[in-house]
């Protein structure tokens, strides 16, 4: 996780001071957020020994986060955003869902804080466009799970709709008409040639949502040329796809640039079961990934570098509502590559105890092929969930 520029709040406080209308001072500021509870029982099935001890097979964990979200308008035409985050963990956990990471010596302390400033922007808001400066929630294309087009965060494929850190930037939003718009984002890194940038062009072509995007990246070098569309004719359908062009780094005296593909296609569906019966499924390919399973580097997806490590992924999911307050799902998520079969079964029960109450428990279960990408290192996971909304 990286700190916000320091440059970029210099900034958004001046934009906010300069800008005609009220001090923000005289604003009213609405304050809002949440408080969740996560706890984690991990059971390792590869602990082996003859005299192996419970708590060498099974390791506990859980961690609390309060997220207070600041919100002010001086004016009509500017609104000031803040978001901060308060992390307690304890036991084996060390970070949350792995996009933040713990402070501390994880070996020597069973508990770590962390206070995070997770959003600092300001909107402004002109006659033909609006512009958001700061460190703020970035996000290009429509897939569910995978985000092929999205390289502003890190891919989790076991909570997809998890809140993503917020990243430094420029982002101005051209509406172009009732169904169009244009949007250019620029990401500031250490300097110029190492910043990410996306210019994303959306309209509707026969009832279908269409976009063209082209991202940069300088930190890898790599250009990426994307198409998304959504739709619905009976289903709800979308796809997701980037053309990568990648600037080789072990090159030696001459530029070679790799081609590769992502393509995502995803459904949807509500079958009329009394409350309903949602369903939604998404296929993934990456030319990126390896063939063999045997040449899987594990080391980059624990380092983020990659969130899959093979070519071809399936994820389905079931969701279904007893009464407005119980409902349950069941999710898969399998590496359908030649060699692999390893997969995730997810089963998950929510409650809403009130309005803003939530608790939740389920489990995530490595199955298949033992050498497989889910498998190898999988461990099974009971976990809980209580969040309180304010």
Not at 207 to 232: Q, V
Not at 345 to 350: A, K, M, V, Y
Not at 354 to 372: F, R, V, W
Request: aromatic share 16%; glycine share 8%; with cysteine.
């Amino acid at each position: 996780m990286k700190p916000i520029n320091k440059r970029f709040l210099l900034l958004i406080i001046s934009l906010v001071l300069l800008y005609p209308g009220n001090s923000p001072l005289k604003a009213a500021i609405e304050i809002f957020g949440y408080f969740e509870n996560r706890f984690f029982l991990l059971d390792d099935p590869y602990a082996a020994g003859e005299n192996l001890a419970l708590a060498d097979r099974y390791k506990l964990g859980d961690y609390n986060r309060l997220r207070l979200n600041f919100q002010a308008s001086p004016s009509e035409k500017v609104s000031v955003n803040m978001a901060v985050d308060f992390f307690s963990f304890h036991g084996i956990i060390q970070s949350p869902l792995g996009t933040y990471k713990g402070t501390g010596d994880t070996s020597t302390s069973q508990t770590n804080v962390l206070l995070n400033l997770d959003r600092a922007y300001v909107d402004l808001y002109f006659k033909k466009c609006d512009v958001s400066i700061g460190k703020q929630r970035l996000a290009v294309g429509v897939s569910y799970i995978w985000a092929p087009l999205d390289i502003f965060n890190r891919v989790n494929i076991f909570e997809p709709k998890e809140e993503k850190p917020g990243a430094n930037a420029i982002k101005i939003y051209i509406p172009l008409g009732s169904s169009s718009s244009l949007t250019g984002i620029f990401s500031p890194e250490n300097d110029f040639r190492t910043s990410r940038s996306a210019v994303r062009a959306k309209t509707q072509l026969w009832k279908i949502d269409t976009a063209l995007t082209f991202i940069h990246s300088g930190t890898t070098r790599t250009s990426i040329y994307g198409l998304d569309l959504r739709g619905e004719n009976f289903i709800g359908w979308w796809l997701e796809a980037g053309y990568f062009v990648a600037l080789d780094p072990d090159a030696v005296g001459y530029n070679v640039y790799n081609r590769d593909i992502k393509l995502v296609l995803g459904f949807d569906y509500t079958f009329s079961v009394k409350n309903g019966l949602y369903w939604l499924t998404e296929f993934y390919y990456d030319s990126t990934g390896e063939k063999n399973p045997g040449r899987y580097n594990y080391s980059l997806v624990l380092s983020g570098e990659r969130f899959t490590l093979g070519r071809i992924y399936f994820f389905s999911m079931l969701r279904y509502h007893f009464n407005g307050f119980l409902s349950a799902a069941f999710s898969y998520i399998g590496n359908l590559g030649k060699g692999d079969g390893s997969f995730i079964l997810n089963p998950f029960i929510q409650y809403e105890i009130s309005q803003n109450i939530t608790a939740s428990t389920g489990l995530y279960i490595p199955c298949g092929h033992k050498e497989g990408e889910f498998r190898k290192n999988g461990t099974n996971v009971f976990f809980t969930r209580l969040k309180v909304n304010f």
